[in-house]
């Protein structure tokens, strides 16, 4: 039988004692690491003798996957997961071989069970294409998306089916990015129906492309632009970010110090799948103008509570108080891990309002490694509660104001979370002025 070559994507002679190497590996990095010292009950000696017998019979390392799958499914929670090593060939090359990475400026969401197109970046390659969202993907490249999302989602286990509902957008957005300049053909299904072919030159995007661990090099957007009120009255901030980075935090500063005089601030997390949990503390401290918990992470070895910090100075050094106004934060399937850590943390202190569809419900930290086979092992080493003791794991941030994502509105133009932020917001502005005028302010 064929096997994979280590981290190469070749084909090579199927390796038993690579095999039952690799999955050593994966049980002793839970052994050391893991919060739960029992084990959620389990007999992990008696695991590890399970996982080393289903290695060593194995005859192909999808084989031996499965087996570490198994493993991990005793433990019953996120955070679990193994890339393989095709998947992952490339990712600790050096970054100056990947700064011709490019973009054509589309998001996707699986939608009862098709791939739409949730979102086009404004000047884009898909946008000057006349790409518009809410068409349906039915190819991508040589990729026949059905089959590829029929498959993905052929799994057994519920939880590993909710990861790979979550993984799939991500994988096909990573599909669409290539070398700067290189064209990709896609098939797609308007609101008619028709189908519309295009192809799609891979741009320059204007993100700060970063490496994190043994992750894939990440582009790290981050936009900002302030709204003005219908009468020209007041303004809200927009912010949206798609990965907890810090080449974020002065971009951050510098639109907090545009929206100081703003009615409100929209915080845009949907897309978001984590990244630096820590974060937390210094971007609540933007909205909080006293220490507050944003929840507790419990180790192997103790506990580290996260405390925002805050601002009170941007960094120029003039002073910045925190922002005052309202605050709405926009989550969907995909604000996975830190997004949910702050979005909890500031709807449990009041501070926040809610809006979109339920997070992924995928919070708890975790670590990469790679094992002795090339693949890539994403692993659980901490639990987190919120400030209000719950456990987001396998629950997620339920909205105040739940607006699951339609493709009917997308089709329309519309984005019905934002458009009940903005309601909240100016609501909640129109009240304070009238209460400041005695209730006879502008209807």
Same mark, same amino acid.
């Given at each position: ?14 390796? #038993? ?83 011709? +990475? ?67 957008? +991500? ?232 607006? #699951? ?39």
């Amino acid at each position: 039988m064929q096997g994979q070559a280590r981290g190469t994507g070749k084909r090579e002679a199927f390796e #038993p004692a690579l095999a039952v190497a690799t999955a050593d590996s994966a049980w002793s990095k839970v052994a050391q690491s893991y919060y739960d010292t029992t084990f959620r009950g389990h007999d992990w000696d008696a695991v590890r003798r399970e996982l080393r017998t289903a290695s060593a019979r194995a005859r192909t390392m999808a084989d031996v996957r499965l087996a570490i799958g198994a493993m991990f499914a005793r433990l019953g929670e996120s955070h679990f997961a193994l890339i393989p090593a095709e998947a992952a060939a490339g990712w600790d090359e050096p970054q100056a071989e990947q700064e011709s +990475l490019g973009d054509v400026g589309l998001e996707f969401r699986l939608l009862d069970g098709v791939v739409v197109v949730s979102r086009v970046a404004e000047g884009s390659s898909a946008a000057q294409s006349g790409v518009h969202a809410g068409w349906t993907l039915e190819r991508l490249g040589e990729l026949d998306v059905a089959p590829f999302v029929r498959d993905r989602l052929q799994v057994g286990d519920v939880r590993a089916r909710r990861l790979a509902a979550l993984q799939l957008p +991500l994988a096909l957005i990573s599909r669409s990015q290539g070398a700067v300049g290189s064209v990709v053909p896609l098939v797609l299904r308007d609101g008619d129906g028709d189908v519309r072919r295009v192809k799609l030159r891979r741009q320059t995007v204007d993100a700060d492309l970063v490496r994190y661990g043994h992750m894939p090099p990440l582009f790290v957007r981050f936009e900002s632009t302030r709204r003005v009120g219908e009468e020209g009255e007041g303004c809200v901030g927009m912010l949206r970010f798609n990965v907890w980075m810090t080449p974020i935090m002065p971009r951050m500063d510098d639109a907090m110090v545009a929206f100081r005089e703003c009615r409100g601030v929209v915080m845009d997390l949907r897309g978001n799948v984590g990244g630096v949990a820590a974060m937390v503390m210094g971007m609540g401290g933007y909205f909080l103008d006293s220490t507050a918990s944003f929840g507790t992470m419990t180790m192997r070895g103790g506990a580290l509570r996260y405390v925002s910090n805050p601002r009170r100075s941007d960094r120029a050094g003039n002073a910045l108080p925190p922002f005052g106004g309202t605050l709405a934060i926009l989550v969907d399937d995909l604000s996975v891990s830190t997004s949910e850590i702050f979005a909890a943390g500031l709807q449990a202190m009041g501070r926040a309002r809610v809006f979109g569809d339920r997070t992924a419900g995928q919070a708890l930290p975790s670590m990469l490694t790679r094992l002795p086979n090339g693949d890539v092992m994403q692993y659980v080493v901490a639990d987190f509660t919120a400030p209000d003791g719950r456990r987001l794991e396998a629950r997620g941030v339920a909205p105040d104001e739940l607006l #699951p994502l339609r493709r009917g509105a997308l089709l329309e133009g519309r984005d019905e979370a934002l458009e009940a932020a903005l309601r909240w917001i100016n609501g909640a502005a129109s009240a304070v002025s009238d209460a400041g005028r005695g209730g006879k302010g502008r209807r």
